[in-house]
């Protein structure tokens, strides 16, 4: 199922003393989750928080938002899940939210021969590291264009894996 709001990141600490908060962004660059200009304090769209101002600060983002104008507003807000309405987030032609992927089966784009089901997906630096698993077996596999020949999210991730990956006889 699709989800219309996805988990965006999530408020970590207060900074200063004028409401503004530090968030952990779970977008795939700084710049993607600023440039959203509305999160949500649950996952139906229900509890609104419009951003005034955000900036990058390291690793974190410094976020000022409507109504949220001393610390103590703002320390209520502590440790609670950001989400984001999907339409509002943007994406590169040809990319996909992982929540949409998440569960797909894994099939050989050349055999047809199903993997397994995608389960996780972690960033190591260089690139997304699927995590495959199949019964008792669980794979790691490089997400680089070299290897996914094309991703549907109603039909499946079509791969064309190297040679020994996904082997019986490593």
Known sequence: MIKQYLEAGRIVNTHGLSGEVKVEHWCDSAETALAIKQFFLDDRGIEALDVVNSRQQGTLLLISFDKIDHVDKAMALKNKTLYA????IPIPDGAVF???ILGLEVIDAA???IYGKLTDVFNKGANDVYEI???EKTYL???VKEFIAKID???GIF???PKGIFDSEI
């Open 98 to 100: 992982i929540s949409d």
């Open 85 to 88: 309405d999907r339409k509002n």
């Open 141 to 143: 596999f490089p997400a």
């Open 111 to 113: 055999t047809g021969k």
């Open 133 to 135: 698993k199949s019964g």
């Open 153 to 155: 999210t109603s039909a």
């Open 159 to 161: 791969i064309s894996p």
